[in-house]
């Protein structure tokens, strides 16, 4: 049986535009690409339409599970039409997911990581780092719930973490992390201890 691809035969296509299906000569190493599209052109990522870089152009996908349930190609230069087959076949965009951090008071120990979008706890314990957990972005509660448990379990007389005050590279790392600007003690300190470390390193 004669495999088509977008309706039409093999000898129809240029070599770029010939699917796996057509290669059952012997494979070869490098599969031809697209002569002038080569690389993803430089558009914001949309979900359900995908760059195919061997065939230089855009696929439109949905999927159930493993089943591919919508499959259509649009030319490299036609991102646009792609867009407005992705919104017919499947609806509206969704929005980019958050990775800001949310705005919550800051809690010792229970840090947001951007990348995971989650909360992420820890708690130090005679100086080592103990994980207790990642949390949903709306499961801010239960973040600090479980840091303030661990607290209690592990040092049940009050005992408090003691911050680095300002001035010290510790506060300024502090301030890095919580997205804060920094002040004039810390970059002061900072700048003394990047050039301690750098005369160390150079000696
Ligand atoms: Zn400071």
């Not at 699917?19 to 690409?33: G, I, Q, S, V, W």
């Not at 991102?79 to 800051?106: D, S």
């Not at 239960?142 to 607290?151: C, D, E, S, T, Y």
Request: hydrophobic content about 30%; charged content about 25%; overall charge positive.
């Amino acid at each position: 049986m004669a495999y088509k691809y977008n309706g039409k035969l093999k000898g129809e296509l240029d070599p770029w535009q010939q699917p796996d299906a057509f290669n059952d000569e012997a494979p070869t190493a490098n599969p031809p690409r697209h002569p002038s599209h080569p690389t993803r052109p430089n558009v914001p990522h949309i979900p359900n339409i995908h760059w195919d870089a061997r065939h230089g152009q855009w696929i439109v996908r949905a999927r159930e599970g493993n089943k591919s349930t919508f499959s259509r190609m649009f030319p490299a230069d036609q991102y646009e039409a792609a867009i407005q087959c992705r919104i017919t076949v499947l609806g509206p965009i969704p929005e980019p997911r958050p990775t800001e951090r949310p705005n919550v008071p800051h809690v010792p120990g229970v840090m947001w990581n951007k990348n995971q979008r989650a909360w992420v706890v820890r708690i130090k314990i005679r100086g080592q780092r103990i994980y207790l957990g990642s949390f949903a972005p709306n499961d801010y509660d239960n973040a600090v719930k479980a840091v303030q448990g661990a607290r209690a379990k592990h040092f049940p007389n009050g005992h408090v973490t003691q911050l680095k005050p300002c001035g010290t590279h510790a506060a300024y790392q502090r301030h890095v992390n919580r997205g804060e600007p920094i002040c004039g003690p810390c970059r002061r300190a900072e700048h003394e201890y990047v050039e301690t470390h750098r005369k160390r390193n150079a000696a």
